[in-house]
C-alpha cells in the first residue's frame, strides 16, 4: 500500500505563513507471515513575514521531520503459533523552539515494540479473543517533544506500557 498526501495552506493577514506537509508511507507484506512499514513526514514552515518591519523568518511550533520503521512477524506453525511480534524505531527530528528561532529542539529515537497472541490457539472456546501489549520509548529515553518559547517546552513521554484483551465476533 502506498501513500501520498501533500496539503498546502496559505494564509494571509498582518503576516503570510506557507506550510506544507508531507506524508509518504509504504507498506509491503513479505510473506503470510512479516509485514514491514515505513512512514515520512515532514512540515516544512517556509516563513513567516510582517508586513510593518518586513522581518521574515522560518516559524516554530510545526511538527519536525519524523521517519518511522516498524515490523511484525507472526509464527504461523509451531510452539509460537497464534503469536505476533513486533518492533519499530521513530525518529524526530529537530525543530526550532521560539517564533524568532534562537534555539533548536533536539532531535530523538525512540523504540518501540508489541506483542500479540491470539487466544484460539490456546483454547478453541476462545475464538474471537486476541491479547496484546504494547510498550512505546521502549528505552525510556527522556525527550523534548517541543517548545513554544525558553520557558515553555515540553517532554515527550515517558516509557508506556498498556495491555488489551480484544473480543472479535
Known amino acids: 500500500m502506498d501513500h501520498f498526501n501533500v496539503n498546502l495552506l496559505n494564509a494571509v493577514g498582518i503576516t503570510k505563513v506557507r ?29 513567516r513575514c510582517d508586513r510593518f518591519d518586513h522581518v521574515c523568518r522560518v516559524t516554530g511550533g510545526g511538527d519536525p521531520q519524523q521517519y518511522i520503521a516498524f515490523a511484525t ?57 486476541s491479547m496484546q501489549v504494547n510498550a512505546t520509548n521502549l528505552l525510556d529515553e527522556q525527550y523534548v517533544s517541543g517548545c513554544n518559547g525558553y520557558t515553555s517546552c515540553y517532554y515527550g513521554l515517558p516509557q508506556t506500557v498498556y495491555a488489551t ?3 472479535r465476533w
Open 165 to 167: 484483551l480484544r473480543y
Open 73 to 129: 512477524y507472526r509464527f504461523n506453525e509451531g510452539p509460537l503459533l497464534g503469536l505476533e511480534v513486533g518492533g519499530g524505531v521513530r525518529y524526530l527530528g529537530p525543530s526550532w523552539g521560539d517564533a524568532a528561532n534562537t534555539f533548536k529542539v533536539p532531535a530523538s529515537v525512540l523504540v518501540d515494540a508489541t506483542l500479540n497472541y491470539d487466544l484460539k490457539y490456546l483454547d478453541a472456546t476462545l475464538q474471537g479473543f
Open 19 to 47: 506550510y506544507a506537509n508531507f506524508d509518504i508511507r509504504r507498506a509491503s507484506h513479505f510473506a503470510a507471515v512479516f509485514t514491514g512499514q515505513g512512514d515520512h513526514f515532514h512540515s516544512l514552515l517556509t516563513r
